[in-house]
């Protein structure tokens, strides 16, 4: 399976983006999926996870009533909306795909998308 992320930009602080994440896979079995974010010289974070049934949610901290992670199990899709961003939002975002659910590790996410590039303007 792969994964194929968009939707990134440029945005000032307090806007809005909807980053999507597809799977060239249709209903692609019950896997939880994730978003990651890597900003420039740091380590790849956790942002956010769902379950397979699209039923439980997490969320960094950082992240927490701000963002919005959602699947569509139809169209093996999983998207993240991300409001009142912040210039420490900026970085390339991943998404991934894990057996394990919750988890914040890259090492328990097996498939990962390309990324795509998400810069918040102060």
């Known amino acids: 399976v792969q994964l194929q992320a968009s939707g990134g930009g440029l945005v000032q602080a307090g806007g809005s983006l909807r980053l999507s994440c597809a799977s060239s896979?249709?209903?692609?079995?019950?896997?939880?999926r994730a978003w990651f974010r890597q900003a420039p010289g740091k380590d790849r974070e956790f942002v956010a996870t769902?379950?397979?049934?699209?039923?439980?949610?997490d969320y960094a901290s950082s992240v927490e009533g701000r963002f919005t992670i959602s699947r569509d199990n139809d169209k093996s899709t999983v998207d993240l909306q991300m409001n009142n961003l912040r210039p420490e939002d900026t970085g390339v975002y991943y998404c991934?795909?894990?057996?394990?659910?919750?988890?914040?590790?890259?090492?328990?996410?097996?498939?990962w998308g390309q990324g795509t590039q998400v810069t918040v303007s102060s």
């Open positions: 991934a795909q894990s057996a394990l659910f919750p988890s914040h590790l890259t090492e328990d996410y097996s498939t």
């Open positions: 769902i379950n397979w049934s699209g039923t439980r949610t």
């Open positions: 896979r249709r209903r692609s079995g019950a896997n939880a």
